[in-house]
C-alpha cells in the first residue's frame, strides 16, 4: 500500500528536496514543490497523503501554507509534518496549533525522517479504512444512507455551478416482505446483496453512486446524466434483475425477484430535496401502476 501513498516535499532548497526525494521514493510516489505557491497547486491537484513543507520560504512562508490547505475543503483533510531550521518551542507550537500533524527539525536525520513518515501514512490509511466503514451498509457493501446524502449534497452543489444534468432514482424490490416470509430473512439478505451487486454493476463511471437507502430500498445518484441516459440505466438495472432469475413463489407480481423504479431528473430552480421527493413519488406511481416498472418524471 505504501507505494500508493503521496508524499508533496516543499522546500525551498533544492538541496533538501532531492535529499527527501531520494529517501523517500523507493517506498512512495514523491512530488515537489520549490515553494508556497507551488505547494498549494500540486496539493490540490494530487491531493496527496502527506506533505513535508518547510517552515521558511520566499514569499509564502510553511504557516501561511498550511493556513491556506486547512482553509480548503479539498485539502483540508492533508497530513502535514513541518521541516524546519527554527528549532524554538514557540514555533513548534504554532505549527502544531495551526493543524500540522508533527514537526522535524533541520538538520534532519534520515532514520527520524522515514519512521515519522511512515508512522503517519500509517494512521492516514487507519482514518481511511475507519471513514470507508462508516460510509459503507454493512450487508450490501453499497454505501450506505448517510454516504448518499453527503454526495448527492456535493453533486447538487456542482450541477447547479457548473449547469450539468443530475438524475436521481429509487429502487424497491416488489413484495419483499412476502419474499422474508416465505424464504426466511438469510434467504432475503442473499437476495438483497444480489440486488446490491446489480445495481452497482449499472453504476460504472467514477462519479456515479449505488447506495442502500433503508430496508430493501436502494438509490442510483447518477451526476452528468439526463434523463433519457438514466433510464437507460435503470432499463439496464431491471434486465439484470431478470436474468438472475431469483424464484419468487410468494410475490402476486412475478414468479422471479423484481423491483420497482422511480425517477427524477434534476429541474432549474430545483433544490435536491424537491428532486428526491419528485424520484419517491414516481417510484410510488411505479408500485401502483403494478410494480416491476419504471416511472420517471417527464421535463416539466
Keep these: 500500500m505504501n507505494a500508493l501513498q503521496k508524499v508533496l ?4 532548497d533544492a538541496i533538501n528536496r532531492e ?21 498549494l497547486e500540486r496539493a490540490a491537484r494530487h491531493v496527496p497523503d502527506l506533505i513535508l513543507l518547510d517552515v521558511l520560504m520566499p514569499d ?33 507550537i504554532t505549527g502544531l496549533k495551526l493543524g500540522a500533524s508533527d514537526y522535524i527539525a533541520k538538520p534532519f536525520n534520515a532514520t527520524v525522517v522515514m519512521a515519522r513518515v511512515a508512522m503517519h501514512l500509517q494512521m492516514v490509511r487507519q482514518r481511511r479504512m475507519l471513514e470507508r466503514l462508516a460510509h459503507v451498509d ?21 450541477a447547479r455551478r457548473k449547469g450539468t444534468p443530475l438524475s436521481l432514482a429509487l429502487i424497491d424490490i416488489d413484495s419483499f416482505k412476502q419474499y422474508n416470509d416465505h424464504y426466511g430473512h438469510p434467504a432475503g439478505d442473499r437476495a438483497l446483496r444480489a440486488v446490491a451487486r446489480a445495481a452497482a454493476g449499472c ?23 439526463d434523463a433519457t441516459q438514466a433510464r437507460h440505466v435503470c432499463d439496464k438495472l431491471r434486465e439484470a434483475l431478470s436474468s438472475l432469475a431469483i424464484e419468487h413463489a410468494a410475490s402476486p407480481v412475478s414468479p422471479v425477484l423484481t423491483a420497482s423504479i422511480g425517477g427524477a431528473t434534476l429541474l432549474e430552480g430545483e433544490d435536491a430535496a ?7 413519488a414516481h417510484l410510488y406511481r411505479a408500485k401502483q401502476a403494478g410494480r416491476n416498472r419504471l416511472a420517471w418524471r417527464s421535463a416539466a
Excluded: C
Design 9 to 12: 516535499v516543499a522546500d525551498d
Design 19 to 39: 535529499v527527501l526525494a531520494e529517501l523517500l521514493k523507493p517506498e512512495y510516489t514523491v512530488l515537489l514543490a520549490k515553494d508556497g505557491a507551488q505547494a
Design 60 to 92: 509564502m512562508d510553511g504557516f501561511e501554507v498550511l493556513r491556506r490547505l486547512r482553509a480548503d475543503p479539498a485539502t483540508a483533510q492533508i497530513a502535514v509534518i513541518f521541516v524546519s531550521g527554527l528549532d524554538r518551542p514557540e514555533d513548534e
Design 138 to 158: 454493512g450487508l450490501t457493501e453499497l454505501a450506505n444512507r448517510r454516504r448518499f446524502d453527503e454526495v448527492l449534497a456535493l453533486e447538487y452543489q456542482r
Design 203 to 225: 453504476v460504472r463511471r467514477p462519479g456515479d453512486l449505488a447506495a442502500r437507502y433503508g430496508g430493501e430500498e436502494l438509490v442510483l445518484l447518477l451526476p452528468d446524466t
Design 274 to 280: 424537491t428532486l428526491f421527493a419528485a424520484a419517491d
